[in-house]
């Protein structure tokens, strides 16, 4: 039975919205990520919420699969978790649709569980429930013209990834049809918390001559990581691993999400 969703009432900024505030301000945007229903769904608002409190910009909610091929063991358990927890696409439209908060959310997920639910279908009650973007790590951008005219219908923008090894014929590619912002693969291998910045990092932002704010994602855990990524030229730094390996302890989440997220913020503040 197909479910209907009624539009999200609550305004959340576009993606586009939000970098043109930051640029204003000479800032750049701080990209959380957390697994939508891990540990449970009820658990899941309020971790959103300390998020949003610590200064987070943009914040992406995984949708679990479970053959998460980008992601390493801490994203990995976190997904089973959330299926675990019962979460599924009804119930990751319902948690969005229902979050109390302004910034742009980016649903972050793999294309099996899009392309069974159907396409059209998926993005439509992305955007009603108020999801600004999307990203897919698994669809390349070459078989991506479905998804892609489906989200210009429904106003959602479609965000790929680069990596060291995506040559440059494919980046001209994926400048062609990526919106919102480009994330960079800093490293090559799976999602995780490292201990460096890679050193591939400044290469692969002076390699993407884009417009379109580039975000650095993979490894970054650490307000002095985010000030070195900061200072090579991004205009986003993404963590997840870091954010999630909190929630998988259990102790004081969201407090201790909270922290690290203005630590975060502090070091890209820094870097400026």
Known sequence: MRTELKAVELK??????????????????????????????????????????GGADIIELGFPFSDPVADGPTIQVAGQRALAAGMDIERYFEFVKALEVEVPLVCMTYYNPVFRYGVERFVENAAKAGISGLIIPDIPVEEAADLKTSCDANGLDLIFLVAPTTTDARIRKILQRGSGFIYLVSRLGVTGARDDVAGSTKELLARVKTDIPKAVGFGISTGKQAAEVRKAGADGVIAGSAFVRIIEEGKDVNERLETLARELRSGMLEAN
Request: glycine share 8%; hydrophobic share 40%; proline share 2%.
């Open 12 to 53: 959340r900024q576009k993606i586009s919205d939000k970098f043109s505030e930051l640029r204003e301000r000479k800032e750049g945007a701080l990209i959380c990520y957390v697994m939508a229903g891990d540990p449970s769904i009820e658990a899941s608002s309020g971790i959103v919420k300390a998020l949003a409190k």
